[in-house]
């Protein structure tokens, strides 16, 4: 199976494709042909009291009949009424992890009698299938494939991991109260930047996922799986569930002028009142799909005759992250916090063409204070007022 370009932050809609039907069964089906395909196929399974992303083999290990009740600091596992297998709309983890793990061996280096010799980090063993990529987090993977494909020199490693993924989206059935991607255009309907979409779609005789093709690759696949056609009823029920879902969303965030707001107000004291909250404990980066910052290591055993070299993430609200000669260049909580907030909001549109956001809510959700980036942006709306540029 040829590999899947990585899309651009804002990739063209996919063509016209008329949609087919998968039952459960055929859902298996699409497990087993990918799986057949030499793919390492990662999906959502319930773990620790969350739902997160793992390998899976079996329809029975998705989340089913489970969905997540969220708020500003609250994340929970509830039943629901039926027995969706994607009735939940994003957990603690995202595709990051595999595309950018949290730590990653660049090299190794053994001594010899003679000098050194340095093995590269080995290739990953097979491609991803990712199945159930939200609409949001199809904007945050083409989000990094910017920032790590997009210039002058490409990070090879995530380029690696990258090529040839293929990508089952999931059209969102259920909105979290942390959502917001409607206010930034990322969903909750995917448009693009996928393999193949399914929508989930359950009613008192049937369940069913109404599937579109979005590449050559993924329309290959569905033609190999046990589908029927789908008639307007269909694609009309598959409509509505996506209109419940953005009419549904917990949270919005008014972007219109936005950047230029956080740039005028570096000293606005709303950045004092949530430093007063804020733990600076990264949770916000940590869970981020498109945060991308890191730190490099090196590592030597106690003989002396091994050393290697990792990637871990790192965080702007970590001291350390900006240490230089003299100190931090960002001592303070709210210098850390101002500077997140308005990199993610503001300064990512002048690097790299687009918010850094996708409204995924992570970031709100699993805050050990619940402070809200929403909330946050909106206090500042409501009472501008310019300050003179510099770090607290």
């Known amino acids: 199976m040829p590999p899947t370009a990585p899309p651009d932050p804002d990739p063209p809609a996919a063509p016209p494709v008329a949609p087919v039907l998968l039952d459960r069964a055929g859902l298996q089906a699409l497990l087993d042909a990918l799986a057949a395909r030499g793919f390492d196929v990662i999906g959502p399974t319930l773990r620790d009291g969350a739902i997160v992303y793992d390998r899976i083999a079996r329809i029975e290990e998705l989340p089913v009949g489970w969905t997540d009740r969220q ?34 061996l660049l090299w190794r280096a053994r001594r010899q009698a003679d000098g050194f010799t340095i093995a590269p980090a080995p290739p990953p063993p097979a491609p991803f299938a990712f199945i159930g990529v939200r609409a949001c987090e199809l904007h945050a993977i083409a989000i990094q494939d910017r920032v790590f494909l997009g210039g002058a020199h490409q990070d090879p490693g995530y380029a690696a991991r990258r090529q040839g993924a293929f990508l089952v989206a999931l059209n969102c059935g259920t909105a979290g109260g942390t959502c917001f991607c409607a206010s930034m255009g990322t969903g909750p309907r995917a448009e693009a930047g996928f393999d193949l979409v399914l929508t989930e779609v359950i009613d008192a005789t049937s369940h069913d996922f109404l599937a579109v093709p979005g590449s050559d690759a993924g329309a290959a696949l569905l033609a190999a799986l046990p589908t029927r056609p789908a ?32 740039q005028a107000n570096p000293e606005h004291p709303r950045w004092d009142a949530v430093a007063a909250h804020c733990l600076a404990c990264a949770n916000c980066t940590m869970v981020c799909p498109t945060c991308f910052c890191t730190s490099v290591a090196d590592h030597t055993d106690l003989t ?28 303070s909580g709210k210098s850390r916090y101002r500077q997140w907030m308005t990199h993610k909001l503001a300064h990512w549109i002048d690097q790299f063409g687009s918010s850094g956001c996708v409204g995924c809510g992570r970031c709100i959700a699993w805050c050990p204070v619940g402070i809200d980036i929403t909330a946050e942006a909106a206090a500042i709306r409501a009472t501008p007022g310019k300050g003179p540029h510099g770090n607290a």
């Open 71 to 104: 708020d500003a600091g609250r994340y929970r596992l509830e039943r629901r009424a039926d027995a969706a297998l994607f009735g939940y709309a994003v957990g603690p983890q995202s595709w990051k992890r595999f595309l950018h793990p949290p730590e990653e």
């Open 231 to 262: 008639g307007p009823e269909a694609a009309a029920a598959a409509d509505a569930v996506v209109a419940h879902t953005e009419a549904s969303m917990g949270r919005q965030l008014d972007t219109v002028g936005l950047k230029e707001l956080l």
């Open 304 to 331: 002396g005759t091994e050393a290697e070299r990792v990637k871990r993430w790192d965080s702007c609200f970590t001291a350390d992250f900006s240490f230089i000669h003299g100190g931090s260049v960002r001592a």
